[in-house]
């Protein structure tokens, strides 16, 4: 995607943004929309917790859906964005950044085949 095609799409969702705002009741259905998603992204993490699958990573991309549009959940976000800074996920290339996302969700996805796999085939795996 080139750099123009990038700053399009970018003014184009500030525009849509904007005018969702200025309306009051798309604007609450807005909040309702973000906070549904945010905590059930936050539920599912919990649940990943003790499940298969990548619990903090989704439970902090829950806590930035929430930020996104509520600002009291931009403090329980900060210890996430200085773990991720310290994590080097932040600074660097895009394509480094790229890099460790992909490794997190095919390491997630991963151990999960493999739980499920073992499982299947009478491995005796915790939480079963």
Sequence with gaps: M?????????GQARRARRAVRSNPVTRVVWQVLVGVVGAGLLVAGGAMLVLPGPGWAVIAL?????????????????PVRRLMERAGVTSGSPRRKWLVIAVAVLGGV???????????????????
């Excluded at 080139?2 to 970018?10: K, L, T, V, Y």
């Design 62 to 78: 829950g806590l930035v859906v929430l930020a996104s549009e509520f600002v009291w959940f931009e403090r329980p976000l900060r």
């Design 110 to 128: 991963g151990g999960s085949l493999v739980w499920i796999w073992g499982r299947r085939h009478g491995w005796n795996l915790p939480f079963g």
């Design 2 to 10: 080139s750099e123009q095609e990038h700053r399009g799409i970018a």
